[in-house]
C-alpha cells in the first residue's frame, strides 16, 4: 500500500521559513512527477512545484523565487523549503506522486499557516 506522508507545517510569522518533508513508501516504481500542491482557503488545488523522474523542476509563478523543492531518493523524500512566506501562502500542503501507469497518490496533507 503506498503512503505519502508530509510534516513540517504549521504557524510562522510573515517573512518568515519553513520545510515541508514527505515521505513515500510502498511505491513499486520510481514516480514520473512528485511534487507539492496546496488548497487555500476558499481556492481550488494548486500545484506549487514539481520533479519529474529526470530530475526536471517547475514552479508556479507566485511562489518561483521563495519555494525550493528537492528530492533525497535514497530516503524516498520530498522536501519544500518555503521562505519569505505571506499570510496568501497560507494553504493545506499535500505532496503528491504520479506514476507511469497513471496512478496518482496523495499525502494526508499538512497546514501551513501565515500570520502574526
Known amino acids: 500500500q503506498v503512503q505519502l506522508v508530509e510534516s513540517g507545517g504549521g504557524l510562522v510569522q510573515p517573512g518568515g521559513s519553513l520545510m515541508l518533508s514527505c515521505t513515500a513508501s510502498?511505491?513499486?516504481?520510481?514516480?514520473?512527477?512528485i511534487g507539492w500542491y496546496r488548497q487555500r482557503p476558499g481556492k481550488d488545488r494548486e500545484l506549487v512545484a514539481t520533479?519529474?523522474?529526470?530530475?526536471?523542476?517547475s514552479y508556479m509563478e507566485h511562489i518561483r523565487g521563495r519555494f525550493t523543492i528537492s528530492r533525497d531518493e535514497e530516503s524516498r523524500s520530498l522536501y519544500l523549503h518555503m521562505t519569505a512566506l505571506t499570510p496568501e501562502d497560507t494553504a493545506e500542503y499535500y505532496c503528491?506522486?504520479?506514476?507511469?501507469?497513471?496512478?496518482?497518490?496523495w499525502g494526508q496533507g499538512t497546514q501551513v499557516t501565515v500570520s502574526s
Open positions: 520533479i519529474t523522474s529526470s530530475g526536471l523542476v
Open positions: 503528491y506522486a504520479r506514476t507511469s501507469s497513471r496512478s496518482t497518490y
Open positions: 510502498g511505491l513499486t516504481e520510481k514516480p514520473m512527477y
